[in-house]
Every structure is written in structure tokens, then in C-alpha cells.
């Protein structure tokens, strides 16, 4: 494959929160994951320390937080003050113990030193009880809320920036889920409480791309928002956990950014797009894992398969690639998609897996890893060609082809230029032969690449498989071609 760098061509710069992060109170991600109170590794507000060293390391930028499903259930007010009082969560059928409400939240985004960004709740919710959240976080003194986080021991207001209307409203399954003209009612009125309490937040919503859904929405609220909200997972794993394999996997990476294309189509004719952006604030190749989550009769049936999410064999290279190619539409995208959110940070399908002695760093932490300390914040247009064709089938068994090589070119203050080089043939490497419109062509640059011994190769508990090479400086001549590697990704900095 030839690329054509002209570091005069830009895309645009992007904002470091589409490196962001999600986590909810499912399963293993906060009781047991983040929080963990008494555990050897925590300190002494509860938080596992080796997984905020770990959160730490690729810079965290952004945390969304409670859900999710969940949050469409759940009241803010029953998990603050010195009394907590335990709820049965409605989303997944199992007792909340409240001990981790918005002050631990904080607490934990401040350690991070990330941007807290709080998902309400818009299902059994109300706009009141929204907005008192906003007083609660945001007001200095003023009213019942604020007066009753200071005598929590809080007395500065938190200054939450972000925040979402509503999880999903638009799923049948959804608690509280919302017809198109309920949603754009209950989200301008919910945005005008919220903005009329602290009118320096910017508010997202629950959104995918359906054209009835968003215009709805955006006739409705549209001039309250900055953001709106889509997720994707692409294989579909809650029900059946029939894993996609490595070829179905790089045939997922096809629609990357379907539904990216669909939305800013219409924010672009809703003469939107330049003041709304994309939070692309649920993303993960694996679904999880929750069975039976409305006709479970037992324990065995709709809680235990939770399980099943945390076996670290299933976070392969396949996974890692994939990533990859998502971050590499967002970096493209960055016009429009401002924050994207993995899902989820800790534990399930997550980053980083924790255990009794320690937490393992799965394929997709190290690309993070790579992109927030490899590549550069100004994303560069390039020119490609003779991109070599892989053929794939799809989970269904569908013959499909994909590009095989997915080249990110970065540009930072210093005038580095990095590529971020994605090959995702399972069997073969492949060339990248490189032409510049630079005036100095370079020559040398240094190279890292994550490609695991196979396509399947993962890490655990005692093994690592799955984790970046050494970097290595290399002489660079134009006439050169830069051999990737299969099932790979590869740094390239110059
Ligand atoms: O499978 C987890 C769920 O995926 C999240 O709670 C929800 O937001 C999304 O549908």
C-alpha cells in the first residue's frame, strides 16, 4: 500500500475525549473492580490504586457514569450521605448496595484526573430529579441539594460539565423506554431544568441513527445540546456468547461508522453540525454478556453467565484490531465525534481485568495505551493506494472483502508525524511504502507494534500474549517499504 502524507492537508484536531471511558454498575466493574473497599490494593477511599495506575497511564480523559440500563432505574438520591440504602436494580435484577453514589464517583474522576460525565435517569426518571442532581453537583450553596452535598462534606460545588439525558429510551427493553415524540418532549424539558440550574453544562441525549428519533429529538431540544449520544457493540453476545472469530471480526470493521455517516447527514441538514457533536459514548467489538435478563428464574440463569465476560482468553488480537479501526474512524471523524466511551473500562468486557492480587491489561488496553502516548492531536488527510484486499466471510458466513491495511497519519506540536498502522490480514504482512509532500523527507523514525504470537493471543493472569513489542529506531529512506506484520498495529512516529 502507497500513503501520500501532505502535513498541509488536515482533517481537523481531535478532542482528547474520544479516548474516553465507560463504566456502570454492573456485574464486576464498580463492587469488586474500581471500589473495593478494605482490599489490599485499595486506598483509603475504597478505590483499587493498581487500576487507577493502570487508568492513569493512558490519561483517562473522560468517565461516564452510573449506565447504561442501568441508570434508567436508578435514583441519585438513595446512594449519597452517611445512610445508604440498598435498591433492588430493576435494569439487572440484582440488590445496589448505594455505596458507591456521586461522591465516590468524583472522588474517583479527580484520582483519574478525568472529566466526570453523568448519564440520568430518563426512564423511570424525572426532569426534576435530573436537575436536583445538577444543583446537587453544581450549585454553590443554593437550595436543599447543594446545601446537602457541603453537609456531606462537600463544601465546593463538583462542576460537573458533562452530562446525558436518558440511556437507550429508544429500546423496547429499556426501562422507561420513550416513543419518538415522548423523547423530544421529556428532553426539552428536562435540558431547560438542568440549564436553568447551571446553564455551563453541556447536555447530551440518548440517540441512534433513526431519522423519526433524531428529528424529534433535535426539533424538540436540539438548541439546548452540544452532544448527542449512539452507541454500537458489533457482535452481539447478550443473549448467546457465540463469540465472532478474527475474519468476522475485520468484516465488523465494515461499519465502523455507519451510524456516524447517518447522523451528521442529518445534523448537517438540520444546519446542526456545527454546534452539536457526536458522544459516541458505548463502544466495544463484544456485546456483554447478561442472559435471560427478563426470564431468568434463578441465580444460575441470568446472574452467573455474567461470569462469562471476565474470561480474559476471550479478548484476542481480534479485539485489539479492531480498536484500532475504531479509533482510527473517530481520529478521521473528529470534526464531529468529540468523545467516544469504551465500554466498559473495568472488568466485563473491559480494559483492564482486576483480581485478588493484581489486574491483568487485556489486548485493547495496550492500544490506548498506544494511541493516547504514540500519535499526535492534529489528525492529517491522506492519499492511499494499491490497499491490499482481504477477503472475509461475516459472523453469518457472508463472503465479504475489507481493506486489509488501516493507516491513522497524526501530526503534533512538535512536528512529529505518526501513523498509527493497522494490518488486519491474519496470516500476512503487508507493505507500506510512504511518499511525502514534506519539504525534509526524515530518515529515521521509530516503530512500536502489539501483534500477539497469533490472531487468538490474549493476556491473563499468567500470560502475556498480547503486548507491545519493544520500540525500535530505525534509518528511513524514501525508496524503503515498512513491513506490517499480521493482525497487528503498529506506531510509526517520524
Ligand atoms: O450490555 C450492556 C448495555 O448495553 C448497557 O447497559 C446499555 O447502555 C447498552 O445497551
Known amino acids: 500500500m502507497k500513503l501520500h502524507i501532505d502535513t498541509h492537508r ?7 475525549m474520544i479516548y474516553g471511558h465507560f463504566i456502570e454498575h454492573f456485574h464486576r466493574q ?30 483517562a ?5 452510573p449506565g447504561g440500563c442501568f441508570v434508567s432505574a436508578w435514583h441519585w438520591k438513595d446512594a449519597i450521605g452517611p445512610k445508604r440504602v440498598p435498591a433492588f436494580d430493576k435494569a439487572w435484577r440484582v440488590e445496589e448496595p448505594n455505596t458507591f453514589g456521586t461522591d465516590e464517583f468524583i472522588a474517583f474522576c479527580r484520582k ?7 448519564c440520568t435517569n430518563a426512564g423511570s426518571g424525572s426532569a426534576e430529579e435530573m436537575s436536583d442532581w445538577v444543583e446537587y453537583c453544581n450549585l454553590k450553596n443554593e437550595g436543599q441539594w447543594a446545601k446537602l452535598r457541603i453537609s456531606n462534606n462537600h463544601t465546593e460545588p463538583f462542576n460537573v460539565k458533562y452530562w446525558s439525558i436518558g440511556n437507550e429510551n429508544y429500546l423496547g427493553g429499556e426501562i422507561g423506554a420513550k416513543s419518538a415524540i415522548e423523547w423530544g418532549r421529556l428532553v426539552c424539558e428536562s435540558a431547560k431544568m ?11 441525549a440518548a440517540a441512534l441513527a433513526d431519522l423519526d428519533w433524531n428529528i424529534n429529538l433535535l426539533q424538540n431540544a436540539g438548541e439546548r445540546l452540544s452532544w448527542i449520544s449512539i452507541h454500537q457493540y458489533w457482535d452481539g453476545l447478550w443473549q448467546k456468547n457465540d463469540y465472532a472469530d478474527f475474519q468476522s471480526c475485520m468484516a465488523f470493521t465494515n461499519t465502523l461508522d455507519s451510524q456516524v455517516k447517518k447522523v451528521r447527514g442529518l445534523l448537517a441538514a438540520m444546519d446542526l453540525d456545527k454546534k452539536i457533536r457526536i458522544a459516541f459514548d458505548e463502544w466495544n467489538l463484544r456485546g456483554w454478556h447478561h442472559p435471560n435478563v427478563d426470564s431468568g428464574l434463578s441465580a444460575d440463569d441470568y446472574i452467573k453467565p455474567r461470569d462469562l465476560n471476565d474470561e480474559n482468553s476471550r479478548y484476542t488480537m481480534a479485539d485489539a484490531v479492531f480498536s484500532a479501526c475504531f479509533l482510527n474512524m473517530a481520529n478521521r471523524n473528529c ?8 465500554a466498559p473500562m473495568v472488568n466485563t468486557r473491559g480494559l483492564v481485568f482486576t483480581h485478588n492480587k493484581g489486574i491483568v491489561l487485556r489486548s485493547t488496553y495496550h492500544v490506548f495505551d498506544m494511541y493516547v502516548n504514540g500519535l499526535g492531536d492534529t489528525v492529517l488527510d491522506t492519499f492511499t493506494s494499491a490497499v491490499p484486499v482481504l477477503k472475509v466471510r461475516s459472523k453469518e458466513g457472508i463472503p465479504t472483502e475489507t481493506p486489509a491495511l488501516d493507516v491513522l497519519a497524526t501530526l503534533d506540536s512538535d512536528g512529529i508525524i505518526a501513523l498509527a498502522a493497522v494490518n488486519k490480514d491474519p496470516v500476512n504482512k503487508h507493505g507500506l511504502s510512504l511518499t511525502w509532500s ?12 502489539l ?30 517499504e515498512i513491513i506490517l506484520p499480521p493482525h497487528s498495529l503498529s506506531i510509526l512516529r517520524f
Open 61 to 65: 480523559p473522560v468517565l461516564r457514569w
Open 194 to 204: 438542568m440549564k436553568r440550574v447551571d446553564p455551563g453544562i453541556e447536555l447530551s
Open 10 to 16: 488536515i482533517l481537523g484536531k481531535r478532542d482528547p
Open 438 to 449: 514534506k519539504e525534509k523527507i526524515p530518515n529515521k523514525y521509530t516503530i512500536q507494534t
Open 30 to 59: 464498580i463492587y469488586g473492580g474500581i471500589f473495593e473497599p478494605g482490599h489490599p490494593l485499595s486506598d483509603n477511599d475504597g478505590f483499587r490504586t493498581d487500576v487507577i495506575q493502570a487508568l492513569n497511564k493512558i490519561k
Open 112 to 118: 483519574l484526573g478525568c472529566a466526570p460525565y453523568i
Open 451 to 480: 501483534s500477539g504470537n497469533n490472531p487468538d493471543s490474549y493476556n491473563d493472569i499468567d500470560r502475556n500474549d498480547a503486548v507491545p513489542g519493544e520500540l525500535i529506531v530505525k534509518e528511513y529512506r524514501l525508496e524503503d
Open 335 to 342: 470534526d464531529i465525534i468529540g468523545m467516544t466511551n469504551f
